[in-house]
């Protein structure tokens, strides 16, 4: 499997073309291991489905083999003191690697519900491509899994996305008497220190100690001697579960009224919704269960703050719950990325028992 891996490490998948390639050399592997796989093409980006085992109910390994660009040097995989280093071992092509040997080694006759391992080609540029037409072709399931780096623990909540795009408004003047204009840049400045003060950023969950807030954009101002008259500038706000985006827009709106700014707004982003899979799943105690039993370790629970592939899956009715759980590793989407190669093993193992439980 860590061979497997290593080949599959060397190519270069942050283009269209290099994650065909490595669906590709997936597709092969699995053949070769004896194993049907079906590949689907939408706009030219590949994936590949594959089944076993029959029964009421599915479970979906997802894992995506493209990344993002890195050094020549990362698409050399190196071992030093059991981590394997390279573009992509963490995120997520050790997750992948994983998933197809277990699927190799599942047993039909242990099997009491159907496993599809889906792996995709375009997760890295918002995975509508692929994860997101699978599901609307049907590939859906009552469990998923997505195999990032979670370092063997259980990501069982994101948090959501909401985009707004300000457009501050002041009063052009001349550069040498400020005075009798309003600077969009200093009103945009002033915003922004008071919206540490908002309601919805001192809020708190049992998984996130607070929503994220990135000021993302800012595009303002011509020339030294004009005081600016508008000002843009956009938010990347990510909510948690049980906070409602509307209300955060709200308050923001708000803000800005109390603080006498002529202020525009926009908002997106709205289709990613903050995704709770409960901690009483049956597929989650499940895996607890597996996980103490290969690490010997209690499972450990927990909130993931960026969106994953898990939002399209858990769009359709059937999906009860869409995680995130994958090898331990670091600095992915970074110039030091690894995963740790025990963990892969230990994480191929938990698959396996997962799938075959009871
Ligand atoms: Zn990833």
Redesign the pocket.
Same mark, same amino acid.
């Given at each position: 499997m860590i061979d497997m891996l290593k080949e599959l490490i060397k190519i270069e998948s942050y283009t269209k073309k290099g994650a065909n390639e490595a669906l590709h050399f997936c597709a092969d592997w699995l053949e070769k291991k004896g194993q049907k796989v079906t590949i689907h093409d939408n706009n030219g980006f590949l994936m590949l489905t594959a089944t076993k085992g029959k029964g009421e109910e599915t479970i979906i390994w997802n894992g995506?083999v493209d990344v993002v660009p890195g050094h020549d040097e990362q698409f050399s995989p190196m071992v030093e003191q059991q981590r394997l280093y390279g573009r992509g071992t963490a995120?997520?092509r050790a997750g992948v690697a994983a998933m197809m040997q277990a699927f190799v080694d599942l047993d039909e006759n242990k099997l009491n519900r159907i496993v599809q391992l889906h792996i995709v080609t375009d +997760? +890295?540029i918002g995975g509508r491509n692929t994860s997101k037409w699978l599901v609307d072709q049907g590939f859906t399931g009552d469990f998923v899994i997505c195999g +990032?780096p979670t370092g063997l623990k259980v990501g069982l909540q994101s948090k959501g996305i909401l985009h707004m795009d300000m457009t501050f408004k002041g009063q052009p003047a001349h550069g040498s008497r400020p005075w009798e204009g309003v600077n969009a840049i200093e009103s945009a400045m002033k915003f922004h220190m008071a919206t540490s003060e908002l309601p919805f950023r001192k809020e708190s969950t049992e998984y996130y100690d607070q929503p994220s807030v990135n000021l993302a954009i800012i595009k303002a101002g011509e020339r030294y001697n004009m005081v600016p008259e508008i000002c843009e500038m956009s938010y990347d706000i990510r909510y948690m579960p049980g906070q409602d985006p509307d209300e955060i827009a709200r308050q923001m709106a708000e803000l800005a009224d109390a603080l006498n700014l002529e202020m525009e707004y926009e908002t997106s982003g709205a289709s990613t919704p903050a995704l709770i899979t409960p901690e009483d799943n049956p597929y989650v105690v499940n895996l607890q269960k597996a996980i103490r039993q290969t690490t010997d370790k209690d499972a450990v629970l927990f909130g993931q703050h960026g969106a994953?592939d898990t939002r399209y899956y858990f769009a359709a009715p059937q999906c009860k719950g869409a995680i995130e759980f994958g090898p331990v590793g670091d600095d992915?989407h970074g110039n030091a990325e690894y995963v740790s190669i025990p963990s892969v093993h230990e994480y191929k193992e938990i698959l396996v028992t997962h799938a075959q439980a009871k």
């Open positions: 995506h995120d997520m +997760e +890295e +990032e994953a992915w």
